[in-house]
């Protein structure tokens, strides 16, 4: 099981980024799939939430700026950030449960600086 995290980097205060989770070796048709981060110093923290039948939660800081979604056909879920604020600022990883196991992606790296 692989998940490959990419398209973090460096943004404005209110501008966007849009994350994508690629996943590999897993059932992903059945898969809750979540995003987590972590800034520096603070615990992870699950920020969005999809089910495997489409059913969406967020976190309060990010309800109305951010939506996740997947796509079965290529085995990939995404974070569409909007109106990124610096309190953004983290790693996100990219999180499944696979057969019993907790699985992480590496992480990609979201900077909201002016």
């Known amino acids: 099981v692989q998940l490959q995290a990419s398209g973090g980097g460096v943004a404005h205060p209110g501008g966007s980024l849009r994350l994508s989770c690629k996943t590999t070796?897993?059932?992903?048709?059945?898969?809750?799939m979540n995003w987590y981060r972590q800034a520096p110093g603070k615990q992870r923290d699950l920020v969005a939430s999809?089910?495997?039948?489409?059913?969406?939660n967020y976190a309060d800081s990010v309800k109305g700026r951010f939506a996740i979604s997947r796509d079965y056909a290529r085995n990939t879920v995404w974070l569409q950030m909007n109106n990124l604020e610096p309190e953004d600022t983290a790693v996100y990883y990219c999180?499944?449960?696979?057969?019993?196991?907790?699985?992480w992606g590496q992480g990609t790296q979201v900077t909201v600086s002016s």
């Open positions: 999809i089910t495997s039948g489409g059913s969406t």
């Open positions: 999180n499944t449960f696979n057969r019993g196991s907790e699985r």
């Open positions: 070796g897993m059932n992903f048709r059945e898969a809750d």
